[in-house]
Structure formats: structure tokens, C-alpha cells
């Protein structure tokens, strides 16, 4: 009996929830960096890094667990026929080749299933790890946040109110410092976890390969280089894009300041602007969650969305995997209906 796939359905309302929190958390934190500098600025470069939403992610997961069962429901129903066959009403020759083909067929079933099976817990892995970061990143901010809000208004508006809010700065610093530690901590656990399991999924990925290969199904990588080789390039240079626009640059430690100081000090020295940035982001974003997947957005159309960011057109991907549809083995060109639930075992029996 396959195992049940989980419905990506019951990820759609943590998908909605989430939509609002890191782009609330980006929105939070900009004040707090202004007016307090220090833990507040490397505080937004953390949170403007983690803009995303684990409910998208889980769903991601659910659909691919889904495609394991749906593969393993196959590899079943195959199976079912097969031991159907009785070894007495077909023998010879033909029969053992048959066998042998056969069985190529259920291990390459198996095969993918493993591998759809790999990739979707790995998600709902870091799905579930940044679940638990991202309000953590927004009851941050929006501390913080209430702080810098208090702060000003004693400094501008409460008698003695320049040495009251000395100490609302203190206060606000001492905070900032060791939630600054703590999401440290808990960002640098999920980098880790997402290396380790993006380096299993790629030897998942070539041992499938490998696998198939050898049951008879020779997949040359080739064959997917253009748009997955398209999809990793501009996943890259979507990332450079974003880790230039953090706020928080250090003189010391990133790539751009071995490649160019120059331009990492020009970098450093618009920290202010892309502080604010980190907000507008948030803004934009949480207008984007408002308005829902169905609005109509032309930059989004033409591959780019400059709201977020993202100046890298990815409108080639779709045009690469065009012909990706699933292949038809009959002469006609036609595709089986699915049979109905039940048909495989009145088949067997």
C-alpha cells in the first residue's frame, strides 16, 4: 500500500499567513536601524536575506511528496499486474525477457520515487526551520520597532526627555545585541541545513541518473542542460543581485570586497539608502500578498520584478521547458485514460 502524500491545499493558509510576517518583520526593522545603527543594522541584512515564505515552500514539498506516491502508486499497480502473470501460463524465452524488461521498468519507478520522496522532505525541512525563524525575525523587529517609536517620541516630546531617551537607547541596543545573536544562530543553522541537503539532493540526483541509466533508461544530462542549466544561472545572479542590495556590508569577508573594494566601500557608504530599501520591500511585498497571485503585474509578465529586486529575466525557463510535456507511446499519439480507483486489482484478481 503506497503511503499518503500530504494535500498542498492544507499549506494554502500558512502560505497566506506567512506572506505577510518577513515582509511586516523588513518593514519593522527599518526605524529601529535608523535611529539605533549597530545590531539593528546587521539585524535588517538578516531579515531582508530571509525574505520568503515557508507556506510557498511546504507546498512545494507537499507537491513533490505527492508525485512520490504517484509514482509509487505505479510502481503498485505494475507490480500487481506482473504477479497476475502466472508462471505456468506463459514460458519461454520471450517470458524471460519480458521479466527482465519488466523489472527495469518497477526499479526505475522506484527509483524516481525516491528521489521525488528526498526532495520534498528536504524541503518541508527548511520549510519548517524558517517556519519557526520568521516570526521569531518579525517579534524582533516589531520590538524593536515600539522602542525606536518610544524613544522619539521622549527625546521630542517629555521633559528631560534627551536623558530619558538614553536609556529607551540602552534599553533598545541591549535587546537588539541578543536577538542579534539569536537569529544569527538560527540563520547560520538554516544556511547549514541547506547546503548539506542541497549537496544530498545533487548525489540523489546523479545516483537517479545512474540508476535509470542502468535499468534501461538512459537520461543524458544534455537533454536538461537548458533550462536547468538557465533556472541555476539566474537563481545565481538573482542571489549576487540581493546580497549586494543587504544592508550591513563589511569592509572584510564578502566576495565583492576581494573582487573590488572600491565598490564594496561605495556599497558601505549607501548603507542609509539601502536600509531604506529593506522597508520599501516590505511594503511592496506585503502590497503583493494583498493583492494576491492573480493581479496583474507587467513586470512580473516579463520575467523581472524590480520591486523585489529581481533585474534578472527568467522568461526564458518556460520557453525551455515547452516541450516537456510527458511523451505518448501509441502510434496514434494518443494518451491512456486513467483507470478508474479499484480497476488495477479487478485486473490482477
Known amino acids: 500500500m503506497a503511503y499518503q502524500a500530504p494535500d498542498p491545499e492544507q499549506f494554502a493558509g500558512a502560505a497566506e499567513a506567512y506572506g505577510y510576517m518577513a515582509p511586516l518583520a523588513a518593514v519593522n526593522i527599518t526605524l529601529p536601524a535608523y535611529v539605533f545603527g549597530g545590531p539593528c543594522v546587521q539585524l535588517s541584512r538578516i531579515i531582508y536575506l530571509n525574505q520568503c515564505n515557508p507556506g510557498d515552500i511546504l507546498t512545494g514539498a507537499a507537491q513533490w511528496l505527492q508525485m512520490a506516491q504517484k509514482f509509487d502508486e505505479a510502481r503498485e499497480a505494475f507490480q500487481a499486474r506482473l504477479d497476475g502473470l502466472a508462471p505456468e501460463a506463459w514460458a519461454g524465452e520471450d517470458r524471460d525477457a519480458f521479466d527482465a524488461k ?45 522602542l525606536a517609536v518610544t524613544t522619539l517620541i521622549v527625546q521630542q516630546f517629555v521633559p528631560a526627555g534627551p536623558i530619558m531617551a538614553l536609556s529607551w537607547r540602552a534599553t533598545a541596543m541591549t535587546f537588539g545585541t541578543s536577538a542579534l545573536a539569536a537569529l544569527k544562530v538560527m540563520d547560520e543553522a538554516c544556511s547549514m541545513a541547506a547546503k548539506v541537503l542541497a549537496g544530498f539532493i545533487a548525489a540523489n540526483m546523479t545516483l537517479t541518473w545512474i540508476n535509470m541509466a542502468a535499468n534501461g533508461n538512459i537520461i543524458s544530462p544534455a537533454a536538461t542542460i ?52 529593506v522597508g520599501a520591500q516590505g511594503v511592496y511585498n506585503i502590497g503583493n500578498s494583498a493583492a494576491g497571485d492573480d493581479a496583474p503585474n507587467k513586470m512580473t509578465d516579463a520575467g523581472v520584478d524590480v520591486g523585489a529586486y529581481d533585474f534578472i529575466p527568467d522568461t526564458f525557463g518556460d520557453k525551455a521547458r515547452a516541450g516537456d510535456d510527458a511523451p505518448s507511446w501509441r502510434p496514434d499519439g494518443s494518451k491512456p485514460e486513467p483507470e478508474e480507483e479499484g480497476a488495477e486489482g479487478e485486473a490482477a484478481a
Open 102 to 146: 519488466a523489472e527495469k521498468i518497477v526499479n526505475q519507478l522506484q527509483a524516481i520515487h525516491a528521489f521525488a520522496m528526498h526532495l520534498g522532505i528536504s524541503m518541508f525541512a527548511i520549510g519548517l526551520m524558517l517556519c519557526v525563524m520568521i516570526p521569531i525575525m518579525l517579534v524582533m523587529a516589531t520590538v524593536l520597532m515600539a
Open 226 to 277: 537548458g533550462s536547468t542549466g538557465y533556472s541555476f544561472l539566474q537563481g545565481l545572479a538573482q542571489l549576487a543581485v540581493v546580497k549586494l542590495m543587504a544592508p550591513g556590508r563589511g569592509a572584510t569577508g564578502g566576495m565583492l570586497s576581494k573582487i573590488s573594494t572600491g565598490a564594496n566601500g561605495a556599497l558601505m557608504k549607501a548603507g542609509p539608502g539601502l536600509i531604506g530599501g
